[in-house]
């Protein structure tokens, strides 16, 4: 059974800075592991991804050179690390993996078959 538990997130104030974790168990093989974000009334939008087979990311232009994604394959657990916080970057930030993902349609989140249980980031100016 694959279980995805995040943690890190909090309060901050604009310009500070938040590292997630969400740690990945029960795959047996290669996976695709996304960060998405909702904030309250919004759709929920594609942070970042990270393909664990060749360590390959991607990030959504909002996020681009403030936020850095990596993994720690011996732990099974995949950081984001977010920097330079906007108040809109204010959302449950939630964890999602898959063993495949096409990158075409990297954003869509009804494609991720797993989900942690999500962790509040609060931005304030």
């Known amino acids: 059974e694959v279980q995805l538990v995040e943690s890190g997130g909090g309060l901050v104030q604009a310009g500070g800075s938040l590292r997630l974790s969400c740690a990945a168990s029960g795959f047996t093989d290669h996976y695709a592991i996304g960060w998405f974000r909702q904030a309250p009334g919004k759709e929920r939008e594609g942070v970042s991804l990270?393909?664990?087979?060749?360590?390959?990311?991607y990030y959504a232009d909002s996020v681009k050179g403030r936020f850095t994604l990596s993994s720690d394959n011996a732990k099974n657990t995949v950081y984001l690390q977010m920097n330079s916080l906007k108040p809109e970057d204010t959302a449950v930030y939630y964890c999602a993996a898959d063993r495949s993902i096409p990158i075409a349609t990297k954003w869509a989140y009804e494609l991720y078959e797993y989900w942690g249980q999500g962790t509040q980031v609060t931005v304030s100016s």
């Open positions: 990270i393909i664990s087979s060749d360590g390959s990311t």
